[in-house]
């Protein structure tokens, strides 16, 4: 069975209360149960934090015995050498996630320190995002 985590970064545990009109409205604990209901035959595990060095541990912690990661680094995506070191370090592959089409939006959001060193990047589709991720590393 493949041992797949997804991780989310800054403000992603807000899921459902944030800015309902980018980011929807179910919340990532609903969604992940659904996910985790359809996805029987993957170990799928869930991490969330707000703290970029948090992030940069549990990435160092899988990045060497899972088989995919899955990395919504949210605004840390812009702006963090630091996860996109790790990202380049580890030997799991990542896939990039954003649930937003980060291009249709502010400038500052179009830079990715992740992108260089992800499998792929899959943004755009709202939690679907999440589950093509997925999809791609069963494929
Ligand atoms: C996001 C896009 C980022 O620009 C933003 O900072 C987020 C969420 C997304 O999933 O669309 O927090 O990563």
Do not use: W
Not at 31 to 37: D, I
Not at 38 to 47: C, I, R
Not at 93 to 120: D, L, M, W, Y
């Amino acid at each position: 069975m493949k041992k797949i985590i997804i991780i989310n970064g800054p403000n992603l545990n807000l899921l459902g209360k944030r800015e309902p009109n980018i980011y929807g409205s179910l919340s990532f604990t609903e969604f992940f149960n659904t996910v985790k209901e359809k996805y029987t035959n993957v170990d799928l595990e869930y991490f969330q934090s707000n703290i970029e060095g948090e992030l940069i541990d549990k990435l160092q912690a899988c990045g060497f015995n899972y088989d995919g990661i899955i990395l919504n680094a949210a605004a840390y995506t812009h702006t963090s050498v630091g996860i996109g070191d790790t990202v380049k370090a580890i030997e799991t592959p990542v896939v990039e996630v954003h649930i937003s089409n980060t291009f249709g939006r502010e400038e500052f959001r179009h830079q990715s320190f992740i992108s260089p060193n992800a499998k792929g990047v899959i943004l755009g589709f709202g939690l679907q995002s999440y589950e093509l991720a997925i999809q791609s590393f069963l494929d």
